[in-house]
């Protein structure tokens, strides 16, 4: 019966090595298996960080490019903004050339004044069309945003005290904008 007990107890024993043994293999693989996982994961973490790096070059490079075309654009601008306007006035410029040949050989003076004042109204009315409107100053109050006092005189009458008496140089607008004050002279 001693026999038995201690083949029963070696037999436990075995057993309890062996249930060790698959218990450790089991958590051994178990590691490993984590392990995988969390190389598998930083892989992928790595690769979306070099995927969002690669996305943010790109949109840096195309954010260089769009400021460096705009400002291109920009220059181009202000280099031809004003070149409907000249080619618009070239017509008068034409017209006052005419107009000094003409003048020369003038006997009378009529037809040279009509000349000059029909070369006068086309230039306003190419003027007109790009936008720009005389300022009506006379009789206004004074308002310092679009007038300028070159200086005061007595008014006339009471109702004329801080009104434009008289416009020295005519303010314009240009697309409503104030481009040119009026020159002014105030009532005190």
Do not use: C, W
């Not at 790009?130 to 109702?159: C, Y």
Request: net charge negative; aromatic share 6%.
């Amino acid at each position: 019966m001693a026999e038995n007990t201690q083949e029963n107890q070696e037999q436990n024993t075995q057993e309890n090595i062996e249930n060790i043994n698959n218990t450790a293999e089991a958590n051994i693989q178990e590691v490993n298996e984590e392990t995988a996982s969390e190389e598998s994961e930083i892989e992928k973490l790595k690769s979306d960080l070099n995927e969002a790096n690669d996305k943010y070059l790109r949109l840096y490079a195309e954010f260089d490019n769009y400021k460096r075309r705009t400002a291109k654009e920009r220059v181009d601008f202000l280099q031809t903004a004003g070149k409907d306007v000249i080619v618009s006035l070239l017509a008068i410029l034409d017209d006052f050339e005419r107009a000094e040949k003409a003048i020369e050989s003038a006997q009378e003076l009529t037809p040279v004044k009509e000349g000059v004042e029909l070369i006068h109204q086309k230039l306003k009315s190419i003027l007109t069309q790009k936008g720009l409107k005389p300022m009506e100053s006379r009789g206004e109050q004074f308002d310092a945003e679009i007038h300028e006092a070159v200086t005061n005189i007595p008014a006339p009458s009471e109702d004329m005290k801080g009104k434009v008496i008289d416009e020295l140089e005519r303010g314009y607008y240009l697309n409503d904008k104030v481009i040119r004050y009026a020159k002014v002279v105030v009532g005190a």
